[in-house]
């Protein structure tokens, strides 16, 4: 399983930007896939997130109501849609995706990330 994101940049505070990732390798058994970011000094955190079989998608709260996270299966590829991006959204983006085998042990697969960064 191959994770590849793309679409990071400098960028104004309220402007827009897409990330994307593109999955390779198995895919129709992920129980999760997601977004992650992680800010110079801070852990990374789950920004959004696509649990599987489930029509709920899951958002922090400092980012509800302006990044929307989807999938085409299609394409296999992972989206995230970030609008009124500010500037503590400035971070290294990650694309994530969960398996879990007969034992419910967890594999987890990480993009190699994108930096996006928001100036005032």
């Known amino acids: 399983v191959q994770l590849v994101e793309s679409g990071g940049g400098l960028v104004q505070a309220g402007d827009s930007l897409t990330l994307s990732c593109v999955v390779s390798?198995?895919?129709?058994?992920?129980?999760?896939m997601g977004w992650f970011r992680q800010a110079p000094g801070k852990q990374r955190e789950l920004v959004a997130g696509?649990?599987?079989?489930?029509?709920?998608?899951q958002y922090r709260d400092s980012v509800k109501g302006r990044f929307t996270i989807s999938y085409d299966s299609d394409k296999n590829t992972l989206y995230l849609q970030m609008n009124k991006l500010k500037r503590s959204d400035t971070a290294v983006y990650y694309c994530?995706?969960?398996?879990?085998?007969?034992?419910?042990?967890?594999?987890?697969?990480w993009g190699q990330g994108t930096q996006v960064t928001v100036s005032s």
């Open positions: 696509l649990p599987s079989g489930s029509d709920v998608k």
């Open positions: 994530n995706a969960e398996r879990k085998d007969a034992m419910w042990r967890p594999t987890y697969y």
């Open positions: 390798g198995s895919t129709f058994d992920f129980n999760f």
